[in-house]
């Protein structure tokens, strides 16, 4: 069965600064990886996704994300933060086996200083 | 809405009453899932279906039962409610292939008291 895990709970960052949220991925076969904001009281919004080809994918928003193998990994990153980035951000996975389900890391909250 | 429609936005339920969520989509996407999010554990898939007449249960089905009669509509019954089930309900719809994105309703907020 495939896991997700984002380490962070909660980034607080200030606007104008970079910012970097970790993704960790646990699946057998190749994973289809999915990086979603949630705004408050809002539902999920899709950033961005990767299943093949570059592993450095760009999404909206001026998101990207960076797929690497070796470390498991599909870390999102902005370089320059706006006071509407203030969000939730959920990685997750999918996979053909069992019905196509996503699977979900708990979220990472961000918080963006004046 | 990303073509997904909810109903109720917000429910507050007594232990041990039922009641559905409603859920709508507006194009013929034939997989539909039903989520829940909870504080720190992001969503969960409860049950999902891969087109019309078709369910099946996803990490925490308990409580909860779907069916899916036809494409447009994927209702989610709780048939007693307990306080474990207070949450934020999120129906998705999506192509049916992993690596097509879903599309998340607006979501419903249910407490259970």
């Known amino acids: 069965a495939q896991s997700v895990t984002q380490p962070d709970i909660h980034i607080t960052v200030s606007e104008g600064a970079s910012l970097e949220l970790r993704c960790n991925y646990s699946y057998g076969a190749t994973p289809y990886l999915f990086w979603y904001v949630q705004s408050p009281g809002q539902g999920l919004q899709l950033l961005l996704k990767?299943?093949?080809?570059?592993?450095l994918v760009q999404g909206i928003k001026g998101f990207e994300a960076e797929f690497k193998r070796s470390q498991s990994s599909f870390n999102l990153r902005k370089p320059s933060v706006h006071w509407s980035d203030a969000a939730e951000y959920f990685c997750?996975?999918?996979?053909?086996?069992?019905?196509?389900?996503?699977?979900f890391g708990g979220g990472t909250r961000v918080l963006v200083k004046p | 809405n990303a073509g997904v429609t909810q109903t109720p936005k917000f429910q507050v339920l007594k232990t041990g009453q039922s009641m559905t969520l409603q859920c709508a989509q507006d194009m013929n996407h034939e997989y539909m899932s039903w989520y829940r999010q909870d504080p720190g554990m992001g969503l969960r898939l409860i049950h999902y279906s891969v087109g019309a007449g078709i369910t099946d249960q996803g990490e925490v089905p308990n409580g909860y039962n779907v069916s899916r009669s036809t494409t447009e509509d994927f209702p989610l019954r709780l048939l007693s409610a307990a306080p474990s089930q207070t949450s934020v309900y999120f129906c998705?719809?999506?192509?049916?292939?992993?690596?097509?994105?879903?599309?998340f309703g607006p979501g419903t907020r249910l407490t259970v008291l």
């Open positions: 998705a719809k999506g192509r049916g292939d992993p690596y097509n994105e879903q599309f």
């Open positions: 990767y299943f093949s080809g570059d592993t």
């Open positions: 997750a996975v999918g996979a053909w086996a069992a019905g196509n389900k996503l699977t």
